[in-house]
Nanobody, 118 residues
Framework: QEQLVESGGGLAQPGGSLRLSCTASGFTGGISVLTMSWYRQAPGLKRELVATHTKFGHAVNYPRSVQGRFTISIDNANNTVYLQMNNLKPEDTAVYYC?????????WGQGNQVTVSS
């Protein structure tokens, strides 16, 4: 059974760093055949695409607000995708979700709260 399990997150001060992890299991071919993304959803707002790592090896950050601060990366050996978040700001506060796309199917992690506050 395909599954995405997230870890990391929590509370950080403005200017601090956090790293989110998402481990994929049950996928034939492992994480290297998946397009992996991180989304976030703040209270009262729509879910927002933050970063994508395609199965072709391309990494893309979408909102200008995270460019230069967030980095998505893949560890193929451990079937894990990471989101390194630096210089965090209060507006980064949200629930962060891991997403995998394989063929026409979407898979989601359980979500992880990230709170940036002094």
């Amino acid at each position: 059974q395909e599954q995405l399990v997230e870890s990391g997150g929590g509370l950080a001060q403005p200017g601090g760093s956090l790293r989110l992890s998402c481990t994929a299991s049950g996928f034939t071919g492992g994480i290297s055949v998946l397009t992996m993304s991180w989304y976030r959803q703040a209270p009262g707002l729509k879910r927002e695409l933050v970063a994508t790592h395609t199965k072709f090896g391309h990494a893309v950050n979408y909102p200008r607000s995270v460019q230069g601060r967030f980095t998505i990366s893949i560890d193929n050996a451990n079937n894990t995708v990471y989101l390194q978040m630096n210089n965090l700001k209060p507006e980064d506060t949200a629930v962060y979700y891991c997403n995998a796309i394989k063929d026409a199917w979407n898979y989601w992690g359980q979500g992880n709260q990230v709170t940036v506050s002094s």
